[in-house]
């Protein structure tokens, strides 16, 4: 019985490393996709799912889409880089709707800006207009913004994303932007909202009418403080924290609505690390030093926990009570280590998941 066991969890950790490179396989299939010519002004290269255009040039505005690709995908890219200054209205990528299929059940708007020698993004819910009006009901809706240029910061309305209807959006900018979050999306319906790069202010006195479920911030900072993570109107906060050096502040955030803690830090975690987050239900530690016994006191609530460092142990598992799911490097264990391990997945106490 162990012994069959333990061929599930080398059975994990292989799973793991297909399904990377499962999507490495992927990323190669799509970038070598034939070119095409969907987009007047760019360079487009087009798969039966996904049409990826680029520019460094002038384009006209709305977009003009090529009658013979109208209607064929569920993914749309678009990368522009042009050395000028670009104007962006509510009208601008309004004619993107014409490539999505009818009949699609998953789909995508990615868009970069890049290079702009100025990047004036200046109507309110500027991105609203991009899907189709009559996608099924059941049809998922995700979109990535990324404006990536460090030395020109760009323009945009207060209420940029005001009234947006996605399941996911992922946005990343190196500058903050003008509006505070409750400016910017204000009537929102978003399940899923990553933010990294530059911060988003937060004025908890400003009436908010969106509905956010779930919010990941990501960012580099040295301490978990609402400086660095400010508190948003989201049912659901994620923080996703690097090379975090400062545990324990005199001033903790009240993160009521924080469910799961993703921390990477260069030095050791001391004693008491998380006990400013008692509500966690996830939490994922990597270090390049090790975890004090004792780091991981007062999360009675934890449920799901993932931990990569130097020599793992069982110790932490130990430490808290209620934990369903355990990730960790297996083969770094001791055999002792790896017999318990074993013997908690045999009896169902728990479900373990190979790290790399």
Same mark, same amino acid.
């Given at each position: 019985?162990?012994?069959? =066991?333990?061929?599930?969890?080398?059975? @994990? =950790?292989?799973?793991?490393?297909?399904?990377?490179?499962?999507r490495k396989s992927l990323k190669r299939r799509q970038s070598d996709a034939p070119p095409c010519n969907a987009i007047e002004g760019f360079e487009c290269k087009c798969s039966y799912?996904?049409?990826?255009?680029t520019t460094t040039r002038e384009y006209p505005s709305p977009l003009k889409i090529n009658e013979?690709? %109208?209607? %064929? !995908?569920? +993914?749309?890219?678009? =990368?522009?880089?042009?050395?000028?200054?670009?104007?962006?209205?509510?009208?601008? *990528?309004e004619s993107v709707k014409e490539l999505y299929k009818n009949d699609g059940d998953n789909y995508e708007f990615r868009i %970069? *800006?890049? %290079?702009?020698?100025g990047l004036h993004l200046s109507s309110p819910g500027i991105f609203n207009r991009v899907f189709p009006d009559n996608i099924p009901q059941h049809a998922r809706k995700q979109m990535a913004l990324e404006i990536y240029n460090p030395e020109v910061a760009?323009?945009?309305?207060?209420?940029? *994303?005001?009234?947006?209807?996605?399941?996911?959006?992922?946005? !990343?900018? @190196? !500058?903050?932007?003008?509006?505070?979050?409750?400016?910017? *999306?204000?009537?929102?319906?978003?399940?899923y909202l990553r933010l990294s790069g530059?911060?988003?202010?937060?004025?908890? +006195?400003?009436?908010?009418t969106g509905t956010i479920s779930r919010i990941e911030l990501a960012r580099q900072a040295s301490a978990l403080s609402v400086q660095n993570f400010p508190v948003y109107p989201a049912h659901e906060l994620i923080i996703n924290a690097f090379y975090i050096t400062e545990f324990n502040t005199e001033h903790p955030p009240n993160y009521s609505n924080l469910g799961e803690l993703r921390v990477f830090s260069p030095g050791r975690?001391?004693?008491?690390?998380?006990q400013q987050f008692p509500n966690i239900h996830t939490l994922s530690i990597s270090t390049d030093a090790d975890i004090d016994p004792n780091a991981l006191h007062g999360l009675n609530n934890l449920e799901k926990l993932s931990i990569k460092e130097p020599r793992p142990s069982l110790a932490l598992l130990n430490s808290v009570p209620n934990i369903k799911e355990?990730?960790?490097? #297996?083969?770094?264990?001791?055999?002792?280590?790896?017999?318990? @391990?074993?013997?908690?997945?045999?009896?169902?106490? #728990?479900? =373990?998941?190979?790290?790399?």
């Open positions: 019985m162990l012994r069959t =066991v333990l061929l599930s969890l080398i059975l @994990l =950790v292989s799973l793991s490393s297909s399904s990377s490179i499962l799912f996904r049409v990826s255009c013979n690709e %109208k209607h %064929k !995908y569920q +993914s749309v890219e678009l =990368v522009i880089g042009t050395a000028q200054d670009i104007h962006v209205n509510d009208r601008t *990528f %970069k *800006f890049e %290079k702009f020698t760009p323009s945009d309305n207060k209420h940029l *994303f005001q009234n947006l209807n996605v399941d996911a959006l992922e946005l !990343y900018a @190196l !500058y903050p932007f003008h509006g505070t979050f409750q400016q910017l *999306f204000d009537g929102a319906n978003i399940k530059g911060e988003i202010r937060s004025d908890l +006195s400003q009436s908010f975690i001391p004693a008491n690390a998380f355990f990730e960790t490097n #297996i083969e770094k264990l001791d055999d002792d280590a790896q017999c318990q @391990l074993v013997g908690k997945l045999a009896n169902g106490q #728990i479900a =373990v998941q190979g790290k790399s």
